[in-house]
T-cell receptor, first 111, second 117 residues
C-alpha cells in the first residue's frame, strides 16, 4: 500500500507552461520533502516543509504543505527543459528517521 | 567534499546468488539508510544504520541484511536473489544532528543498479 499518492504519474508539457504536481495521503506527516531525480542519479532534495499551511518558493518552484499536514503540492511556473525529471514527495512520521516516498511524477518539458 | 559514494554502479547476478553493495556516506554524516527503487516507482525504505546497529527496518525479508563499520560506511547484502530484487539500490546518509528537521535531511548516492537474471 502506497501511503503517499502522487498525481499525475506522467506529465509532458511545452516550455513556458505552468504545472502542478500533487502528493496526497490519509496519514499525517511531521515533515514532507520534495526531491528531483534524473536518470542515473539519486534523488536530490529540493525543499522540506514542516508546518501545516507552509509555502516555500525556490525560484520558479512553489511548494505548499496542507493545513492538516497530509498533502502537498509543487507548482512550477514557466517550465524549462532543465526541469525535466522524476519528482518525488517523501514524508516523515513522528520522530522516525525514515522517509516514505510517493511513486513519483515523471515530468518532461519539451523545447 | 565527496558526497555519498556507492559501488558497484551496475551489476548482473543470477537467481539464487548473493550480492554485496557498498556505501560511503557524506563527510560529517553518521547515519546510513538503504532504499530499493524499482523501475518507475519511488524508493522503498529497507533499513537504517546508526552507531553500527540496525535502528529501523522497512518491510523487507531477512534475505536483506546490512552492516555499518566504525568509519560509518555501510554494506547491503541480499541472499538468495530473486528476479524481483532487480532494482536501483540507493544509499542515503544523514548529518550528525538531532533536531527534528535535520534528522530527515537525506543525501543520496547515485545508486547501484542490480539486475537479476
Amino acid at each position: 500500500t502506497q501511503l503517499l499518492e502522487q498525481s499525475p504519474q506522467f506529465l509532458s508539457i511545452q516550455e513556458g507552461e505552468n504545472l502542478t504536481v500533487y502528493c496526497n495521503s490519509s496519514s499525517v506527516f511531521s515533515s514532507l520533502q520534495w526531491y528531483r531525480q534524473e536518470p542515473g542519479e539519486g534523488p536530490v532534495l529540493l525543499v522540506t516543509v514542516v508546518t501545516g499551511g507552509e509555502v516555500k518558493k525556490l525560484k520558479r518552484l512553489t511548494f505548499q504543505f496542507g493545513d492538516a499536514r497530509k498533502d502537498s503540492s509543487l507548482h512550477i511556473t514557466a517550465a524549462q527543459p532543465g526541469d525535466t525529471g522524476l519528482y518525488l514527495c517523501a514524508g516523515a512520521r513522528g520522530s522516525a528517521r525514515q522517509l516514505t516516498f510517493g511513486s513519483g511524477t515523471q515530468l518532461t518539458v519539451l523545447p | 567534499d565527496a558526497g555519498v559514494t556507492q559501488s558497484p554502479t551496475h551489476l548482473i547476478k543470477t537467481r539464487g546468488q548473493q550480492v554485496t553493495l557498498r556505501c560511503s556516506p557524506k563527510s560529517g554524516h553518521d547515519t546510513v539508510s538503504w532504499y530499493q527503487q524499482a523501475l518507475g516507482q519511488g524508493p522503498q525504505f529497507i533499513f537504517q544504520y546508526y552507531e553500527e546497529e540496525e535502528r529501523q527496518r522497512g518491510n523487507f525479508p531477512d534475505r536483506f541484511s546490512g552492516h555499518q563499520f566504525p568509519n560509518y560506511s555501510s554494506e547491503l547484502n541480499v541472499n538468495a536473489l530473486l528476479l524481483g530484487d532487480s532494482a536501483l539500490y540507493l544509499c542515503a546518509s544523514t548529518p550528525v544532528t538531532r533536531n527534528r528537521a535535520g534528522a530527515n535531511v537525506l543525501t543520496f548516492g547515485a545508486g547501484s543498479r542490480l539486475t537479476v537474471l
